[in-house]
């Protein structure tokens, strides 16, 4: 099965006494291995689809499959369970927390639900330094965030999102925080990623630079998708 699959998909919010429809009947498969540029204006259901697929916003109509599992019928602690080991999610801000070290940062999930025995203890704090290794930051893995840079903390952010087996990764414009050669370092890395980790990674970007690193291009308008460049 494809790692992503959203069949008719419609988003309606509340807005005063009717609905807006942030998504209109949007279908869309991603593949594992697949790198996905998604563009658009401002309003247009960019961020609500990502937040779909994320299982963060249910749909009004439409299916959301992920792994070939239909993520409705999860209920809330099955979704939140797919979270947290099939979703990779990246949003701008890498969201770190001030006082953790980079290891610590890709630990807390697992220190949060208790790593059961010394052995997975020691499993984990070997799998994240290996997937920060994997994101150009050995030798950093015991710094805390002021003392790391702005491409930095995203590769954190990026290694974090790693820590589960995601088949999905979801990205929301990683380079807003950061300058011009980071950004196209940052978008490397995702690139990278997509094909290492085979995850199918979907990247709201607005910028063509970047769009040029992706597999293929949909952009969304109005709620509506049209798929155009292959890249
Ligand atoms: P972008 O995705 O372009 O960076 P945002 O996601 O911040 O921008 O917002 C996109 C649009 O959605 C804006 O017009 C904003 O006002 C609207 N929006 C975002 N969140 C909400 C909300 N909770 N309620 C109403 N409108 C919202
Ligand atoms: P984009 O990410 O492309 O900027 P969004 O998905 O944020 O677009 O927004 C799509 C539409 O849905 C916009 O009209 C926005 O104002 C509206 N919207 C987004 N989030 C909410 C929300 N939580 N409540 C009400 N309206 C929202």
Redo the contacts with the bound molecule.
Sequence with gaps: APALELHSVTVD???GSGT?T?LDQVSLTVNRGEFLALT??????????LSVAATLVAPTAGRVLVDGREVQGLGRSGQAELRREKLGIIFQQPNLLPSLTAVEQLLVTQHVRGFGSRKQRATAVERARTLLAAVGLEGQENKRPHQLSGGQRQRVNIARALMGQPSVLLVDEPTAALDAERSHAVVELLARITRDFGTATVM?THDLEFVDLCDREVH?RD?KLSESVAA
């Design positions: 919010y509340p807005d807006i942030a658009g204006p401002s309003g247009s259901g960019k961020s609500t689809l709201v969304m709620g």
